[in-house]
């Protein structure tokens, strides 16, 4: 599909709030630089986000790597490497050399999804990385444009229902929390919408703003600015609670949706293999920098609340989830080969 100079608007648009945002933060210092330990490191650090750039898992990644070489005294360099709905990008990281100075972000769909949808996603999330930390909690947010004539959740269910299977909804990709969501409220709560799969948030987001589908749903720090801005509304968030800047939107359960929460996160891992005192240091210096005021003040903008986990908690929320969502993706009947 050929997006054309819209998307490469769009792309150009978010790489300069990226850089504005950089801007901003560069005029203070505010995390505490971390000594190196035993030779570590030495170099720039790579963090691959494994979807292209426009998108939540693109903007986090920047927002941390911005003020990181405060801590490490090194440069930290973002490489995007999106397809397969992040499996290229993860299975890069998986496959490279342990020593700390490749990292990934990931997400719910991608380590906790993935491996129930793939027959091969290339890696296993339990057995091929190490967690470092969980960055954030995030709902995802149902969104239309402003000028759309669905003007709330009530009303896109309403529509939905009286034309079954004619209203459609964006996601970054087969398989996405995104996605599933859309399909836990067809299955479960009569919302007959038709998914329309995207390479990414970015690509989403643009044809949403073209009307080329009804609705989106995405992570919300995809969609804070647009929301902000005034292009989108937001009809719901997905999460137990109206989180950050979305506080005035209602959540799918206050809406009359039980049961229906879904939370999403992003987190580092390194490869399977890194010495644990690499993975302790890279700990430290990126929980500091997401304890930063500028940094935290980014994510809670951006829709979602700062966790900066232990490894432990982070390994053990990536287990809870790879068993719940294994259900959604059986209910979904989902499978790529």
């Known amino acids: 599909m050929m997006f054309g100079s819209r998307f490469t608007r769009l792309i150009m648009l978010g790489a300069a709030t990226a850089c504005t945002a950089i801007a901003t933060l560069s005029h203070a210092q505010s995390v505490q630089p971390l000594p190196a330990r035993d030779g570590y490191p030495t170099e720039p650090i790579r963090f691959v986000s494994p979807f292209p750039p426009g998108g939540g898992n693109d903007a986090t990644t920047r927002w941390v790597t911005s003020r990181l070489m405060e801590a490490t005294g090194q440069p930290a360099v ?6 397969a709905g992040g499996n290229i990008g993860a299975k ?7 020593d700390g100075y490749t990292v990934l972000t990931g997400q719910v769909s991608l380590m906790a999804v993935n491996p129930a949808l793939y ?3 290339g890696f296993e999330p339990l057995k091929d990385f190490k967690p470092i930390t969980q960055v954030n909690a995030a709902p995802l947010a ?3 444009p402003a000028n759309s004539p669905i003007k709330d959740f009530k009303d896109l269910v309403a529509q939905a229902r009286a034309n079954p299977g004619r209203l459609t909804y964006a996601s970054p990709g087969n398989g996405t929390l995104s996605h599933l969501v859309g399909v836990v409220l067809a299955k479960e709560h009569d919302v007959p ?3 329309i799969p995207y390479r990414g948030a970015g690509p989403a ?20 600015g647009l ?24 959540t799918l359960e206050e809406l009359g949706l039980k049961g229906a929460r879904f939370e ?24 500091r920098t997401l304890r930063s005021p500028e940094v935290s003040r980014l994510i809670v903008e951006g829709g979602s609340e700062v966790v900066a986990s232990s490894p432990e908690d982070f390994n053990r929320q990536v287990r809870e989830d790879i068993e719940r969502w294994a259900h959604v993706v059986q209910l979904a009947g989902a499978k790529v080969d």
């Open 78 to 83: 973002v490489e995007n490497r999106g397809g």
């Open 92 to 98: 890069a990281v998986a496959t490279a050399r342990p």
């Open 119 to 121: 027959s091969d996603a």
């Open 142 to 144: 149902i969104v239309v």
């Open 193 to 195: 919408l038709t998914h």
């Open 205 to 224: 987001i643009n044809d949403l703003l073209g009307k080329q589908v009804d609705a989106l749903v995405t992570s919300t720090s995809s969609a804070a």
């Open 227 to 250: 929301i902000q801005s005034g292009q989108l509304r937001a009809l719901a968030v997905t999460s137990p609670r109206r989180i950050g800047v979305f506080k005035q939107v209602p």
């Open 264 to 287: 999403d996160w992003y987190g580092f891992f390194v490869p399977a293999g890194t010495p644990p005192e690499r993975v302790a240091y890279l700990h430290e210096a990126i929980t």
